[in-house]
């Protein structure tokens, strides 16, 4: 996705808020403020599993929303996640004959619409499903354990001959990128003021990079003078395998699958405060929960 098409997205985003607020009720106005934690995973190019048995690494975050009504309102929150994927816990032969493996740390801010199927009042409805979607701008880095089993970064190898003057249509991916949130969950009041939920989220990204695997292999001699003997080491990892050697693969040989962009996902709990509206904290959990407070 160019920069252009990103910031488009982003402004149709923006501008559908800009138009929907103004028709949504005042009344019931109420405000949402908590912590989520839970654990991520990923889809990909080392990774072909909604839900697969492994891979699952922490995630947090926290958020604010702002309802008009009961039924509808938005969300604005800032997320940590991390996944990782390798190619040894593939059930395909060619993957495991890659042998590639990475992890990244990612960091989002995320804005987007959510909708109450059933209302949330702490007077009447106390329960409901609600579902969300948005966009948000996340930052990653991919990464990997060398030979000395040191850390390394993978964008500045090049591992698919990214800026390099012998692939032209290949650009450095970006580490900031833009993603299409969307997901659902169930939320529960606990007395008149505290709210738990139980959320899961996908994230459709812009790039198909968050494993550094895309396109094709390109040629190893022009890898190792460009990038480096640890370029070529760790764009095919065959060698570190037992038994016979599978040669590096020819120049065009398909390393990804550059049909379809990377995913990232998460699941857990949220556990949030609820306010009709801001003011004297200490006034309003004791008016809400004056058994805090001796009352």
Not at 26 to 39: C, I, K, S, T
Not at 81 to 105: G, M, Y
Not at 219 to 248: C, I, M, T, W
Request: charged letters at 20%.
């Amino acid at each position: 996705m160019s920069q252009h098409l990103k910031l488009f997205v982003l402004k149709r985003f923006l501008l559908s808020i800009a138009i929907l607020l103004p028709f949504l009720s005042q009344a019931q106005r109420h405000h949402e403020v908590g912590l989520f934690a839970g654990v991520s995973n990923y889809r990909g190019d080392l990774q072909d599993k909604w839900f697969p048995s492994t891979g699952y690494k922490p995630n947090a975050g926290v958020f604010y929303k702002y309802f008009t009504n009961p039924r509808v309102g938005i969300r604005l929150g800032a997320n940590y996640s991390k996944i990782t994927a390798a190619d040894s816990l593939s059930d395909i032969p060619v993957k495991k004959t890659r042998n590639l493996r990475f992890e990244s740390n990612l960091f989002e801010l995320h804005a987007g619409l959510e909708i109450n199927l059933l209302g949330v009042d702490r007077e009447r409805s106390k329960v409901s499903p609600y579902i969300f979607g948005g966009i948000s701008a996340f930052y990653f880095n991919p990464y990997t354990d060398g030979l000395d089993g040191k850390k390394v970064m993978l964008r500045p190898l090049s591992t698919e001959g990214q800026g390099m003057a012998q692939y032209p249509d290949r650009k450095p991916y970006s580490n900031v990128n833009v993603a299409l949130p969307f997901g659902g969950g169930m939320k529960f009041f606990l007395g008149k003021a505290l709210m738990i939920c139980t959320e899961v989220g996908f994230r459709y990204t812009a790039t198909d990079y968050l494993d550094d695997v895309s396109k094709s292999y390109v040629n190893q001699d022009e890898l190792f003078k460009n990038r480096g003997k640890q370029s070529v080491d760790l764009s095919f990892r065959s060698d570190e395998l037992p038994g016979e050697k599978v040669p590096y693969p020819d120049f065009g040989f398909q390393r990804g699958d550059s049909k379809g962009n990377d995913w990232f996902w998460y699941g857990g709990i949220s556990l949030s405060v609820y306010f009709d509206a801001f003011g004297n904290a200490a006034t309003y959990w004791q008016s809400k929960c004056p058994g805090l407070f001796g009352r």
